[in-house]
């Protein structure tokens, strides 16, 4: 079991420019979450999919921000184009039916300048 | 709504001593609890989870927790603290459906361990 798999790890980035942030849930999980990390604001949920199909994304800041899950295995977070204030520790998570157990990947740390 | 409160944002405690952070929630159903360990530079890892049942959890690393309804609380203990529990620690709080798998994340607490 790899876990939860994020690339890029780190991404720098200037201001106006797209990012996209990538992610493969655990093999067998079926929620997959997008949290964004910061020192203001702790932990804070983007958006979750279920079975492919977002829930709930009321926690997207912005229409910069758009999240896709094409199939079970692969979603992206995207931000076009991205400000100084998107710099953060974006976190993608999976979770098995029942919610038994979550797994966090490792985390891509952006900077945008 | 819910919400997870973490009192304590920095504690300090030597090694070898006893650790208690402390979690309170605010849920209206009968809430799924969580306590995470963020190392610097890296993701979170589970240390516990509370569903039902036995409302004292143990976990991993040495790690217990207590589910307290009437407080609406949910602290993490640690016997005997190792300088390698330095690290920050959330508790989270999730829907009881098992159709959400949404998670509220305190705020966190930071850790330091003395020599």
């Known amino acids: 079991d790899a876990g939860v798999i994020q690339s890029p790890r780190h991404e720098v980035t200037e201001m106006g420019q797209e990012v996209t942030l990538r992610c493969k849930p655990i093999s067998g999980h079926n929620s997959l979450f997008w949290y964004r990390q910061t020192m203001m604001r702790g932990l804070e949920l983007l958006i979750y999919?279920?079975?492919?199909?977002?829930?709930?994304d009321s926690g997207m800041p912005e229409d910069r921000f758009s999240a896709k899950m094409p199939n079970a295995s692969f979603s992206t977070l995207k931000i076009q184009p991205s400000e100084p204030r998107d710099s953060a520790v974006y976190f993608c998570a999976s979770s098995s039916p029942g919610q038994t157990r979550m797994d966090f990947g490792p985390g891509t740390r952006l900077t945008v300048t | 709504a819910q919400s997870v409160t973490q009192p304590d944002i920095h504690i300090t405690v030597s090694e070898g001593a006893s650790l208690e952070l402390r979690c309170n929630y605010s849920?209206?159903?009968?809430?799924?609890l969580f306590w995470y360990v963020q190392s610097p530079g890296q993701g979170l890892q589970l240390l516990l989870k509370y569903f039902s049942g036995d409302t004292l959890v143990q976990g991993i690393k040495g790690f217990e927790a207590e589910f307290k309804r009437s407080q609406s609380s949910f602290n993490l203990r640690k016997p005997s603290v190792h300088w390698s529990d330095a690290a920050e620690y959330f508790c989270?709080?999730?829907?009881?459906?098992?159709?959400?798998?949404?998670?509220?994340f305190g705020q966190g607490t930071t850790l330091q361990v003395k020599p």
């Open positions: 849920y209206g159903a009968t809430p799924y």
């Open positions: 999919f279920n079975n492919n199909v977002p829930i709930d």
């Open positions: 989270a709080v999730g829907h009881g459906s098992s159709n959400t798998g949404k998670l509220i």
